[in-house]
Nanobody, 127 residues
Framework: QVQLVESGGGLVQAGGSLRLSCAASGRTFSDYAVAWFRQAPGKEREFVGGVVWTGASTDYQDSVKGRFTISRDNVKNTVYLQMNGLKPEDTAVYYC????????????????????WGQGTQVTVSS
C-alpha cells in the first residue's frame, strides 16, 4: 500500500504562486499515474491535472492550463504541482492520488480510478 502526503499549501494573494508536493512512502508509485484533485466547500471533488508514470505526459483541467504545471521525480517518489497566477476560485483542499492501474498511458480523470489518496492540503487565495 502506498501512503501519500501532501505539503506546501497556504494562504496567498491573487496572482501569487505556490508549489505543492506529494510524497509517497511505502511501496513505490513510480509505475503509476498520479493526479491532483481539489475540493472547495460545498462542491464535488474535481480533477486538476495529472502526470503519467514516466513523467512524459501531463493533462490538465481547462481552467488551470497555462497556470499550473505538474512534474514528478521518481527517484524521490514525489510529484509536484506548481501553481502560478492563482485566483480566488482556486481556493480548495488539494489532494494527490495514485492511479489504480499500473503503467496506464494516460491520466484518468475520475476519482474512482485512484486507489490511494493523501490527506489534503489547504490552498487559500485572497482577492
Amino acid at each position: 500500500q502506498v501512503q501519500l502526503v501532501e505539503s506546501g499549501g497556504g494562504l496567498v494573494q491573487a496572482g501569487g504562486s505556490l508549489r505543492l508536493s506529494c510524497a509517497a512512502s511505502g511501496r513505490t508509485f513510480s509505475d503509476y499515474a498520479v493526479a491532483w484533485f481539489r475540493q472547495a466547500p460545498g462542491k464535488e471533488r474535481e480533477f486538476v491535472g495529472g502526470v503519467v508514470w514516466t513523467g512524459a505526459s501531463t493533462d490538465y483541467q481547462d481552467s488551470v492550463k497555462g497556470r499550473f504545471t505538474i512534474s514528478r521525480d521518481n527517484v524521490k517518489n514525489t510529484v509536484y504541482l506548481q501553481m502560478n497566477g492563482l485566483k480566488p476560485e482556486d481556493t480548495a483542499v488539494y489532494y494527490c492520488a495514485k492511479d489504480r492501474v499500473i503503467t496506464r498511458p494516460v491520466v484518468p480523470h475520475l476519482p474512482r480510478d485512484f486507489d490511494s489518496w493523501g490527506q489534503g492540503t489547504q490552498v487559500t487565495v485572497s482577492s
